[in-house]
Nanobody, 121 residues
Framework: QVQLVESGGGLVQAGGSLRLSCAAS????????MGWFRQAPEKEREFVAT????????YYADSVKGRFTISRDNAKTTVYLQMNRLKPEDTAVYYC??????????????WGQGTQVTVSS
């Protein structure tokens, strides 16, 4: 079992930055790939980024590549999403996930409650 709690969301102007954190509890953090998905109003939940469990391999959605960086600290059982050069279209609820290194929702067994990110123009 893995419990995930996100923090760091908020309101920011376009061009600004935010860092999301996801604190994980449970015994399987180090053996899980971690990732972030997001869901904007009236849109499907979409993949944002993922990081593998040990080698630190990362993969990003094209829409965030070059602007967002995912990282993890296995000692702190925490995963981060650094978001730079934010755009209004990044506005969404961001969900932390744990599971298998993949870009599809069904490969992730555990989901956090989500944290709201709002980017004003």
């Amino acid at each position: 079992q893995v419990q995930l709690v996100e923090s760091g969301g908020g309101l920011v102007q376009a061009g600004g930055s935010l860092r999301l954190s996801c604190a994980a509890s449970g015994r399987t953090f180090s053996s899980s790939a971690m990732g972030w998905f997001r869901q904007a109003p009236e849109k499907e939940r979409e993949f944002v980024a993922t990081i593998s469990r040990s080698l630190g391999l990362t993969y990003y959605a094209d829409s965030v590549k070059g602007r967002f960086t995912i990282s993890r600290d296995n000692a702190k059982t925490t995963v981060y999403l650094q978001m730079n050069r934010l755009k209004p279209e990044d506005t969404a609820v961001y969900y932390c996930v744990a599971g298998t290194y993949a870009t599809i929702k069904s490969r992730y067994d555990y989901w956090g409650q989500g944290t709201q990110v709002t980017v004003s123009s």
